[in-house]
C-alpha cells in the first residue's frame, strides 16, 4: 500500500516501484511508481492535484 500526502488528503493506491535513482551526496532516492490498483475516486484526486500544479507551474506560482 502507498500512501502520500497531498495537501491535507492521503493519496492511497497499490503500486510497486518501477525504477529508482540515488540522489547525488544523499540517502534519499527518486522513485517511479507503477499503479497496480487505484480506486476511481483516488485517481480522480491524484488527476486533479498534477491538473492543478501544472496550471500554477504555467502561470509562474510556486506551491
Given amino acids: ?3 502520500i500526502q497531498l495537501l491535507s ?3 492511497k493506491a497499490i503500486g510497486k516501484i518501477a525504477w529508482a535513482c540515488n540522489l547525488t551526496h544523499s540517502y ?3 522513485l517511479g ?3 497496480i490498483e487505484v480506486d476511481p ?3 480522480k484526486f491524484l488527476t486533479d492535484f498534477i491538473e492543478m500544479k501544472l ?3 504555467q502561470n509562474g506560482k510556486e506551491q
Fill in 55 to 57: 496550471f500554477n507551474n
Fill in 33 to 35: 511508481i507503477q499503479f
Fill in 1 to 3: 500500500m502507498l500512501e
Fill in 41 to 43: 475516486n483516488q485517481e
Fill in 9 to 11: 488528503r492521503t493519496f
Fill in 28 to 30: 534519499r532516492a527518486q
